[in-house]
């Protein structure tokens, strides 16, 4: 059974920087492109960054140029560098696969904040 676990998450200042990390365990990863998907409260789950298995990005235009999206696939990990992080940002920010299937459970998700 797949598992992700989401981590790095926090409290930061506007203008600040953050590294969320995903540990997934099975083979999904390493067959899978895999995405970041943020959570804000009141709103849908949105797909904000996601990396293909040969390592080609996307991004939504609200994180484009500020947020990097990365994979380690010897370490089963997924990363999301963000920078100039803005108010916006907060919410709760989940990986999973890209496009996301519906037999892979969401894990917890780390909590974002950005303080104005």
């Known amino acids: 059974q797949v598992q992700l676990v989401e981590s790095g998450g926090g409290l930061v200042q506007a203008g600040g920087s953050l590294r969320l990390s995903c540990a997934a365990s099975g083979v999904i990863f390493r067959i899978s492109g895999m995405g970041w998907y943020r959570q804000a409260p009141g709103k849908q789950r949105e797909l904000v960054a996601g990396?293909?298995?040969?390592?080609?990005?996307d991004y939504a235009d609200s994180v484009k140029g500020r947020f990097t999206i990365s994979r380690d696939h010897a370490a089963n990990t997924l990363y999301l560098q963000m920078n100039s992080v803005k108010p916006e940002d907060t919410g709760a920010y989940y990986c999973n696969t890209m496009p996301q299937r519906a037999s892979i459970r969401w894990g917890q998700g780390t909590q974002v904040t950005v303080s104005s």
């Open positions: 990396i293909t298995l040969n390592g080609n990005t």
